[in-house]
């Protein structure tokens, strides 16, 4: 079940093609569409209501692609984004992405509190 392009080739429900019992997510996919790490967890979503419906014998969701998020911080308060064709300046990216990385929503997600980022928990590193 490789494609041409050396990713795994997935069904509309995100299963390796050939292999109904085997599920895949993340860039290692044939999914076409931007490779970001949101794409993982959206794909998580889809495999995780598949395997529930699968238990009970109901109907598979499909993957739908999210829309295209392009994120290029540069420091925390500079960078340039795309998202959905339109392009922006520093002040939305370092909103959506360079204030902290991402890593607040990431702990968020994992049900964690994010630690109170000091100096000595960045020995002498710029934040
Ligand atoms: C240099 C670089 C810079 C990037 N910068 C950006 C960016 O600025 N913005 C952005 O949106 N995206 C960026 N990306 C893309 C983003 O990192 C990926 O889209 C995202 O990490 C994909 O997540 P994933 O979980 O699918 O794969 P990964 O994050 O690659 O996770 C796969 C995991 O599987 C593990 N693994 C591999 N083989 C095995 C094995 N046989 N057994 C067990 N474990 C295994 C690996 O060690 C790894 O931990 C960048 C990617 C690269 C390479």
């Known amino acids: 079940s490789i494609s041409p392009n050396g990713t795994l080739d997935v069904d509309d429900y995100l299963r390796v ?3 109904d019992n085997i599920y ?3 860039d290692v996919t044939s999914v076409e569409e931007e490779k970001t790490p949101c794409t993982p ?13 699968e238990c009970n ?5 499909a993957y739908k692609a999210v829309m295209e998020v392009v994120l ?3 420091g925390s308060e500079a960078g340039v984004s ?9 002040f939305p990216t370092k909103m959506a992405k360079g204030k902290d990385r991402n ?7 994992l049900g964690l509190q994010l630690p109170a980022i000091t100096p000595e928990v960045c020995q002498g590193s710029k934040v």
Do not use: P, R, Y
């Not at 890593?103 to 997600?109: G, V, Y």
């Open 103 to 109: 890593s607040s929503s990431t702990w968020t997600d």
């Open 24 to 26: 895949a997510v993340g």
């Open 72 to 74: 290029v911080s540069v």
């Open 82 to 90: 795309q998202i959905c064709g339109m392009q922006f300046g520093n």
């Open 41 to 53: 967890n959206e794909h998580a979503k889809v495999v995780k209501a598949n395997l529930i419906a």
């Open 17 to 19: 093609k050939g292999h």
């Open 57 to 61: 014998n109901a109907t598979l969701t």
